[in-house]
């Protein structure tokens, strides 16, 4: 098993920062993908950021892309996601998520098999 604590979510006015965090304990494997994905009140969750654990390839959403940046620390076994430039559309509950065993960066949620509780992002105008 693998567990996902993602942790650095609150309340940030419109143009300001957060990092998020997502600690990963458990079984490890000699191979993960790291995909954060977003859901905000009555929409369907979607793709934000996907990375590779060991090779360090990301891979961003549109809308994200130039803002946000996703990033990770080996030693820690913890992956980032650095938000920049937030807007109000941006205001979401942020999971992280895992799928070991691979290299490829899926962006799809069935693609995953391990996530994290989320956290609250809010971003105020």
């Known amino acids: 098993q693998v567990q996902l604590v993602e942790s650095g979510g609150g309340l940030v006015q419109a143009g300001g920062s957060l990092r998020l965090s997502c600690a990963v304990s458990?079984?490890?494997?000699?191979?993960?993908?790291m995909g954060w994905f977003r859901q905000a009140p009555g929409k369907e969750r979607e793709f934000v950021a996907v990375?590779?654990?060991?090779?360090?390839?990301?891979d961003y959403a549109d809308s994200v892309k130039g803002r946000f940046t996703s990033s990770r620390d080996n030693a820690k076994n913890t992956v980032y996601l650095q938000m920049n430039s937030l807007k109000p559309e941006d205001t979401a509950v942020y999971y992280c998520?895992?799928?070991?065993?691979?290299?490829?960066?899926?962006?799809?949620?069935?693609?995953?098999?391990?996530w994290g509780q989320g956290t609250q992002v809010t971003v105020s105008s």
């Open positions: 998520a895992a799928r070991t065993g691979a290299y490829a960066l899926y962006k799809r949620e069935t693609d995953y098999n391990y």
């Open positions: 458990g079984r490890t494997f000699t191979s993960y993908v």
């Open positions: 990375i590779s654990w060991y090779g360090g390839a990301t």
